[in-house]
């Protein structure tokens, strides 16, 4: 494994092998994002035609099983690149008696896949490489003709919060090797400055969460104008934000990736206004209205 994995990925594996995640950290992502992937799947009617699915970066595992109880006829890949995560993954797959996922250890910027898939996810992993831009082409590689993708990528300003503390434990200890000293700088990071008292045991869900944000050693986010540019420069079309805010009966309605609900009425002098946007000017509006955390996008292969 360690010759093919790009070097870059070695620090990001070192992290993952130490702080498996998700780990339960986030339950309400998993029913976010699988609500989404369900609501597109059925609007498209995409069902019937999807017998092979990849989801690259499952870390411990907890999508990729919602997903295979959702869609039990669906033969799953699941891969990560650490295999510690990948442990834990395969012990939930069997302790659900489930028995149509496969996984595997892989590097997502080395990845050469032999197979084609028709569908892939990547949720919330391809913006921790040293390069998004080579992992989103192995991935769309990896797709069949037509076939559909789901990327999730942190927004520009939704992640701005967390992104500032990472920023801060990498100039207090830029050395990566040195986990231990950058878990004692994140530590003083968020209790000093965020007022966020991190759980005494390291292996707490939460403790895993805060990690994950301000531990990693890269992360990139994007602008929504700019995150659905990737995509499309990557050969995909039909490019959607699919858990974009929506005006309907005169209101705008969005629904978070934290659960947080809005229905907002839209004055009747605005209402038009807004309507007539192009769809770029409609996104970037409502990307500064709720600065969403992350983006859930999705495209599809020529």
Request: with cysteine; proline share 6%.
């Amino acid at each position: 494994m360690d010759k093919l994995m790009d070097p870059s990925s070695k620090e990001t594996r070192t992290l993952y092998e130490s702080f498996p995640f998700p780990s339960g950290a986030t339950p309400h992502l998993v029913s976010h994002w699988t609500n989404l992937l369900v609501d597109y799947i059925n609007e498209k009617k995409l069902a019937p035609r999807i017998k092979s699915f990849l989801d690259a970066g499952c870390g411990t595992g907890d999508i990729v099983i919602n997903f295979s109880k959702t869609f039990p006829k669906i033969e799953f890949q699941a891969l990560d690149l650490s295999s510690s995560s990948i442990m834990i993954a395969q012990a939930k797959m069997q302790h659900e008696k489930i028995n149509n996922i496969t996984f595997e250890v892989k590097d997502l910027l080395s990845l050469d896949s032999k197979e084609k898939f028709d569908c892939i996810t990547s949720l919330g992993v391809i913006h921790h490489t040293a390069s998004p831009q080579r992992c989103l082409k192995n991935l769309v590689t990896a797709l069949k003709p037509k076939g559909i993708i789901f990327i999730d990528l942190y927004g520009y300003y939704g992640y701005h919060h967390v992104d500032r503390g990472q920023k801060l434990v990498n100039i207090l200890e830029p050395d990566f090797e040195k986990l231990n000293c950058r878990l004692e700088a994140m530590n003083w990071i968020v209790s000093s400055f965020y007022g966020i008292q991190p759980p005494s045991d390291i292996h707490h869900p939460h403790y895993i969460a805060l990690v994950d944000g301000f531990v990693n050693p890269r992360a990139s986010s994007y602008k929504i104008i700019d995150a659905l540019k990737l995509l499309k420069e990557s050969g995909l079309v039909n490019v959607e934000w699919w858990d974009r805010p929506k005006i309907s009966n005169k209101n705008i309605t969005y629904l978070s990736a934290k659960g947080q609900s809005f229905d907002i009425p839209i004055p009747s002098q605005w209402a038009h206004c807004l309507r007539d946007l192009s769809t770029d000017e409609q996104y970037r509006f409502f990307e500064l209205c709720f600065t969403p955390f992350d983006f859930f996008l999705v495209g599809q292969k020529q």
